[in-house]
């Protein structure tokens, strides 16, 4: 996963503190390495390994000139992080400079091809027959936007690309497919970027070019044209994010800024409760709900499940999106296919997006406007978080379940569910009050190789967010596993040294969940209940309770209950002397 942007300005030479600006704030979609390419007599390119912060201190970005410029923040898929694959990459002749987003399926081939023509390689990255191919379309006497376009006919795979060059100065290409790409633009100059954050503070009117449009960005225009080279009216969105929004705000990391959002991205989903109806009466009869989606996402999706099931009876299954293929052939026109994905963008839900659409209605529910499955589902919830940095999803995902109850809720016609909503915001400011007791709970905890989260019912899937929040950013291994599966395999495991968290708000699963507690207390494993308060059972037969409001019963539980658990991964974490933000090997968006 990479963060790419472009930026040319309409009279001032100084573009690279600008680009440098924008590509920080992609910093989430991959920190393994960074690059800038300007032009100013010629193409000056400054890249390396390490994350963006670093390598600026030591090569100095900003002080490259030039007006019109390309930057890229890479996570590496092809080709391990080191210089020669940081990106801006060149073609031999220094004269085309290209950055990308994606994946490249036919480069070995394309890359032997083009050895036998004379070609020569400095790295290992799938990007780096771009430019070289791009260069050989110019030589035939194409200008770049053709050469650009040719270029694209002859690549498989994904991506979102800019490239610049020596021959045409002060101008930049961009394309994509399957990557994520936007454009923007103000009184100084003009944008494009994979991703919204990246040009917040210039603009916030954008466009998401289609796939099969180009992007031609000179001092004077930004224009978007067709295959056929043909001029379109760009429709731009006005994106309701401020630029404060994407910025720390005196937190330490963005994603305890985010924990702490959560009551405020309820409140404002919640908001969503008339379009969610409206969407509901078009959708009209279905027999069969099947939700898609990955990693987090997928753990909200359970929650609609077991939601769905329990209040209205429609048969719902869930699917983790890049096994859609075996599900598929069961949709039908009577399928609802539901796709949860914050970003909008994540590759394998796409894929089975396209695939539903052939036979079934979809609906995405994302958090990111004008994001691809916006524009690819039938139907589309807009979550209202606000712009998520940190690579671990906490509002968002709250933000997908309110959308989710909110929808469950409406299906059923069950105005209780929907009222008990409007009291979610201050359950969990009053479990963000105790963020001191978890904090000295994490203390306790960095110790462990492993941890078990243990939950029935609505819980389960708390246990499972709760085992995925530790595990991603603490690097504890951790599972969640289904309090009644325990007995089945993984009690074995238990023993002194092993902490195990056990979910367990009032409600119908209760009974149960003790005695699976007991089962692990036996074992004398490190117990840490998250319940109801005033719970004395629960004291008495755990080491360590945190406390919720006692009117949080078990169907509400996925809402609040997180927010304790993601709260002790981000201690446990930052105790350890991790970054939370940046968890490794991680990105926030996976276009591939
Ligand atoms: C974990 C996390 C990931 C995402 C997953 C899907 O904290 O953020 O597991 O949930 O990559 O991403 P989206 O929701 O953008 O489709």
Known sequence: ?????????????????????????????????????????????????????????????????????????????????????????????????????????????LKDELIK????????????????????????????????????????????????SKDEPDKLIATRKDSPLIIAQNKDGYFVSSDIPAVLDYSRDIYRPKEGEFVIMTKESIEIHDENGE??????????????????????????????????????????????????DEIGDIKRICFVACGTSYHASITGKYLIESQKGIPCDVIIASEYKYTAKTWDEDTLVIFISQSGETYDSRMALKEARKTSKTLAIVNVAGSAMTQEAEYFIQTQAGPEIGVAATKTYIAQLTAIYLFAGLLAENDELIEKLNKVPEYIEEIVKQEKLIEDISKRYDFADNAFYLGRGFSYPIALEGALKLKEISYIHAEG????????????????????????????????????????????????????????????????????????????????????????????????????????????????
């Open 117 to 164: 023509l004379g070609h020569t390689f400095k790295s290992t990255t799938d990007t780096e027959v771009i430019p070289h191919l791009i260069k050989i379309f110019m030589n035939e006497g194409l200008d770049l936007e053709n050469a650009v376009k040719k270029c694209c006919q002859k690549l498989k795979g994904s991506y979102a690309i800019v490239a610049m």
């Open 231 to 280: 001029k379109i009216d760009p429709e731009y969105i006005y994106i309701d994010w401020s630029p404060k929004m994407a910025k720390k705000d005196g937190y330490d990391y963005f994603m305890i800024k985010e924990i702490h959002e959560q009551s405020l991205a309820v409140k404002n989903t919640l908001t969503q409760k008339t379009n969610i109806k409206k969407i509901i």
């Open 481 to 592: 596993y289904a309090a009644g599966e325990l007995k089945h395999g993984p009690l074995a495991l238990i023993n002194e040294k092993v902490p195990v968290i056990v979910i367990i708000p009032p409600g119908d699963d209760y009974d149960k969940t003790m005695v699976n507690l007991q089962e692990v207390k036996a074992r004398e494993a490190i117990i840490l209940s998250i319940g109801a308060k005033g719970d004395e059972k629960l004291r008495e037969n755990s080491r360590i309770v945190v406390e919720i409001n006692p009117e949080v019963t078990d169907i509400i539980a996925p809402l609040v209950y997180t927010v304790p658990l993601q709260l002790l991964s981000y201690y446990v974490t930052v105790e350890k002397g991790y970054n939370p933000d940046q968890p490794r090997n991680l990105a926030k968006v996976i276009t591939v």
């Open 1 to 109: 996963m990479c963060g790419i942007v472009g930026c040319i300005l309409k009279e001032n030479n100084d573009v690279a503190p600008i680009l440098f600006y924008c590509i920080l704030k992609l910093e989430y979609r991959g920190y393994d390495s960074i690059g800038l390419a300007t032009y100013d007599n010629k193409i000056h390119v400054k890249k390396d390994q390490g994350n963006i912060e670093t390598v600026n201190n030591r090569i100095h970005f900003k002080e490259m000139k030039g007006s019109c410029g390309i930057a890229h923040t890479r996570w590496a898929s092809t080709g391990i992080p080191n210089y020669e694959n940081a990106h801006p990459h060149l073609d031999d002749t220094n004269s085309i400079a290209v950055v990308h987003n994606g994946t490249l399926e036919n480069y070995l081939d």
